[in-house]
């Protein structure tokens, strides 16, 4: 069974960092893009960054641009978004996802229907 499963989360204070993992069971990484979404309350599911399946190409969202990072350990089927400089507007729950499998490479992007398997998400709170 295919699982996805983010940790990570907390209270930080503005200015503060924070790593979230995306740790895969049921299926290897190798052959998909994962992508990290967020949601604030009264919001929108929004995109923030991707990372295609062999780790090669990545697509931020403005927001988070110089900020935030993705990268992928194939080989411990986890993927991991480090957050720096956090603000209160990064407060969020944080869900990874996956698309695939592809079975040729394929550009991702924030667009959270193409992603066909989630996580339960894990909450990000900046706060002071």
């Known amino acids: 069974q295919l699982q996805l499963v983010e940790s990570g989360g907390g209270l930080v204070q503005p200015g503060g960092s924070l790593r979230l993992s995306c740790e895969a069971s049921?299926?290897?990484?190798?052959?998909?893009?994962i992508g990290w979404f967020r949601q604030a309350p009264g919001k929108e599911r929004e995109g923030v960054l991707c990372i295609s399946s062999n780790g090669g190409s990545t697509n931020y969202a403005d927001s988070v641009k110089g900020r935030f990072t993705i990268s992928r350990d194939n080989a411990k089927n986890t993927v991991y978004l480090q957050m720096n400089s956090l603000k209160p507007e990064d407060t969020a729950v944080y869900y990874c996802?996956?698309?695939?499998?592809?079975?040729?490479?394929?550009?991702?992007?924030?667009?959270?229907?193409?992603?066909?398997?989630w996580g339960q998400g894990t909450q990000v709170t900046v706060s002071s």
């Open positions: 049921g299926f290897t990484l190798d052959y998909y893009n």
């Open positions: 996802a996956a698309e695939g499998p592809l079975l040729l490479f394929r550009l991702c992007a924030l667009t959270p229907g193409d992603f066909g398997s």
